[in-house]
């Protein structure tokens, strides 16, 4: 509600309002709705780590430590180096991001080792996220970062270091929206000739497609 | 006892077409009609005779105290791709969009996305945090939320990734599998902009960081004049309360915006002066370009269209007159326009757009069609109120080559065969 229309709203409830809605003005809650949340409220659940930096909680961990760390929390999914298990991801590896197959990883494809620290502390290990303290989440990020060549194995990660790291691909992508980039036409007649339309491709006989219906389909196709 | 899950019956007869359905259908019929006394042993369903409904009430009121749908219809549920994800906690299900009737899909049917699965979230114990650059940081419980000025919009949210296997070649032979990752419903909540106006944005505050309760502990950014101009924070959904695989009790709703922006379970928002690029805006939810750049930050979902009926799940079984039915959707606003080819887009015809045409909301089309017996290739192409016409795959594919994964909003083509069979097919 823009403020003039809080004031007409004010003179229509006349003397009906009471409360913290009749005080008006900057600085002063309209609705009132809610409590103010105490410094330690914030700290807790304020987790968002940024490419610069803030957000990164104090603390610090090494790549060698993080190896340990990886094979108990980690490996089972991601596998010992980073390679991935059957189809959990692939962390680490610098496979082409052109081509018939690209797969991009924190090495190849993530721009900031904020990210990593961010993702780890808020979203792994899998089973029991953001459960692993500072120390241990800075750890793991640190031997991710070597698994991928971008850190030495002296490498100690912590508020100050985790920003300056320089991912490859740190300038690998377009933040502004290009599209529209297609220029189809409202054509009504004639808009192809007929021996244009050709079928390249058909998903018949793929055999990959679960059926729709009884049962959910389990199967899993080669 | 549910007295309808046991019969023998069937009810699909009105039905425009269901082939294979039919057949069944006259065979259990066959094979009940022996079990059945009386009356009901004549040779045809139909008039004069009763069924057996007819002829005894049925369960009464609070036999089922939250209704589902007829034992009849067991075959339209979500359905997902195991293949696809390492895990169904970290997945997606599809809505059965060749059984949506309308532009509203049914709670219990709208398409699933999950990060670390569906959590139980207590409302009771639910918090909104809002704080960062603003004037007066604030925790707000559930009635706190339900207590500011509400509002009800009726918003697709559809998946960027909703295609996204289709990009090389025609893969699925699904209406299903190839379009479900969308869902269209009545919202009921709070405008961002209510909150954000109370708790007083800093001139600064350009970028606000959105985040769920869920274990992923989703995380997304989000520009403030998006949060200002038409976003809500939904605890409504079809007439009832959020449902938990919506975001229950409370999710964000980002109008014609990329799924994944619509965090579920939200518990915080964090107002700042640039964004975080948060593993789900810079590893997902990014397009590979063919030189190895990639688009990031491509939330809008550009115009797009699908003929559910016939499709592969639907298709037709005798020549004569059908109804084409369909839906199209567009992020940027209301759709203006629906064509329809019956020839892979030499000539198109301007479709029937049906019932409510709302803005960045599913909207219905019809046309009828006298189908010949040949084959045919059938075709939607949506237009809306920017002017944007839905591309073919060939177009999107000059412009983002293969392995863009997201925001394909192609041209789908459904190709009918003599015997009414129908494939997802690709046209070069």
Not at chain 2, 78 to 83: A, E, G, M, S, Y
Not at chain 2, 301 to 317: D, G, H, Q, R
Not at chain 2, 393 to 410: H, M
């Amino acid at each position: 509600m823009s403020s003039s229309a809080r004031i007409a709203a004010l003179a229509l409830a006349g003397c009906l309002l009471t409360g913290p809605a009749s005080a008006s003005g900057h600085g002063v809650l309209y609705y009132g709705y809610g409590t103010t949340p105490t410094a330690r409220q914030i700290a807790g659940w304020a987790i968002a780590v940024r490419p610069d930096g803030q957000g990164l909680p104090p603390g610090k961990g090494s790549v060698s430590h993080g190896g340990d760390l990886f094979q108990t929390f980690c490996a089972a999914c991601h596998g010992t180096f980073g390679e991935g298990e059957g189809r959990y991801p692939k962390l680490a590896g610098n496979d082409p991001l052109t081509g018939n197959q690209p797969r991009p990883t924190v090495g190849s494809y993530w721009p900031y080792a904020t990210t990593l620290f961010d993702y780890i502390n808020r979203a792994m290990p899998f089973p029991s996220p953001h459960v692993l303290k500072p120390d241990q989440v800075y750890a793991v990020t640190a031997y991710i970062l070597n698994l991928n060549n971008i850190v030495a194995a002296s490498f100690v990660a912590d508020a100050t270091t985790l920003p300056k790291v320089k991912m490859p691909n740190r300038h690998g992508f377009i933040w502004a929206d290009p599209r529209p980039d297609t220029h189809d036409t409202e054509c009504m007649n004639d808009c192809l000739k007929p021996d244009q339309v050709k079928i390249t491709s058909t998903a018949e006989g793929k055999g990959i497609t679960p059926r729709t219906t009884g049962p959910l389909d389990t199967s899993m196709p080669q | 006892m549910d007295q309808e899950a046991t019969g023998p019956q069937a009810g699909h007869d009105a039905r425009l077409v269901r082939p294979g359905r039919r057949a069944m259908f006259r065979a259990g019929m066959a094979a009940g009609m022996v079990a059945l006394a009386g009356r009901a042993r004549a040779e045809a369903p139909a008039p004069p005779a009763d069924d057996p409904w007819s002829q005894t009430p049925g369960p009464g009121v609070v036999s089922r105290v939250y209704g589902h749908p007829s034992h009849f219809e067991k075959d339209v549920i979500r359905r997902n791709v195991p293949f696809l994800t390492a895990t169904p906690q970290s997945s997606v299900s599809f809505t059965p969009l060749q059984s949506q009737q309308g532009i509203i899909t049914a709670s219990g049917l709208f398409f699933e996305r999950y990060h670390a699965g569906r959590p139980t979230v207590d409302p009771a114990k639910h918090r909104l945090m809002i704080h960062g650059m603003v004037e007066q940081p604030r925790l707000y419980a559930m009635r706190d939320i339900e207590r500011f000025p509400s509002i009800s919009r009726i918003h697709f949210i559809e998946c960027p990734a909703n295609g996204g296997m289709e990009w090389r070649a025609a893969q699925l032979n699904s209406l299903q599998f190839t379009h479900g990752m969308i869902g269209c419903a009545d919202w009921t909540g709070v405008k961002v902009s209510t909150i954000l106006e109370e708790v007083g944005i800093k001139p600064e505050g350009k970028w606000a960081l959105v985040e769920g309760a869920d274990g992923a502990h989703m995380a997304r950014s989000i520009p403030v004049s998006k949060l200002l101009d038409d976003c809500m924070l939904v605890y409504g959904q079809n007439g009832e309360a959020l449902r938990p695989e919506q975001g229950y009790p409370l999710r964000l709703l980002v109008p014609g915006w990329q799924g994944n922006v619509n965090v579920k379970w939200i518990r915080r928002i964090q107002i700042g002066d640039q964004p975080w690029f948060t593993r789900e805006e810079t590893s997902k939810y990014t397009e590979l370009m063919p030189d190895g750049k990639a688009r990031g930050f491509t939330w809008k979902l550009y115009a797009k269209s699908v003929i559910t009926f016939p499709c592969p799940e639907m298709p037709v079984n005798a020549p004569g007159l059908y109804e084409i039915r369909g839906f199209a959707w567009s992020g940027l606003g209301r759709i203006k326009a629906v064509d329809v080819s019956i020839d892979g887009g030499v000539n198109w015809t301007r479709a029937r757009l049906d019932g409510l045409v709302l803005p960045k909301a599913m909207t219905r089309f019809t046309l009828p069609w006298r189908w010949d017996g040949k084959p045919a290739l059938l075709q939607s192409r949506a237009i809306d109120e920017t002017g944007f016409v839905q591309p073919t795959i060939t177009e999107l594919r000059a412009a983002r080559g293969v392995n863009a994964i997201y925001n394909n909003n192609s041209i789908q083509t459904w190709q009918v065969k003599e015997n009414g069979s129908v494939f997802d097919v690709q046209l070069g």
